[in-house]
């Protein structure tokens, strides 16, 4: 059985991006196998905030292999995405990887996704994995009608999502540059 699912939510607002995800690993329908993985990590000398989902091994090697991307392109982070992406469609391997990814950095938010495009969302709001969907409408709703931070909207947005998301937890890691 594949180990799965997890929302991560990415603001950016006032010049601050805000990544936040919840920790709960899930194995099928019905098991919870941890509630305190830590899925949206620094990277690039802590230039650059990373959330991942998806099939745990999957996105634990996307993860490594964007990695090696930022350092082979100096931190570029659309360059960095783009060769990502790249290699993603041509490796056979890679082609099969269960895994999203959210990315940013000081000046881009990007979503790089289970069929290696690379999105940048109109925005500034995105969110991946199970309870995505459920994250984005709050976060979008809280950015329309209130002067939260992007870092409160995140939050916030995340206990929504674990609110209604069976593989979503209230235990989140938030991330900010």
Request: glycine letters at 8%.
């Amino acid at each position: 059985m594949d180990m799965h699912a997890t929302t991560i939510v990415a603001v950016r607002r006032e010049g601050k991006t805000v990544i936040a995800g919840d920790g709960q690993v899930t194995m099928g329908q019905s098991v919870v196998l941890k509630n305190n993985a830590v899925k949206v990590r620094r990277m690039y000398n802590d230039k650059v905030i990373v959330g991942f989902a998806g099939s745990v091994a999957d996105a634990f090697t996307l993860s490594s292999r964007f990695e090696e991307m930022l350092q082979k392109f100096s931190g570029n982070l659309l360059r960095s995405a783009v060769e990502l992406a790249q290699s993603w469609r041509g490796d056979r391997y890679l082609r099969n990887l269960e895994a999203m990814m959210i990315v940013a950095d000081h000046e881009k938010l990007l979503i790089i996704s289970g069929d290696g495009n690379v999105i940048e969302p109109e925005s500034g709001i995105c969110a991946i994995g199970s309870g995505g969907n459920y994250a984005l409408a709050a976060a979008k709703s809280l950015a329309k009608h209130t002067k939260m931070t992007a870092r409160q909207i995140a939050t916030e947005a995340m206990k929504i999502a674990g609110d209604i998301c069976v593989f979503t937890n209230s235990n989140i890691t938030v991330e900010e540059i």
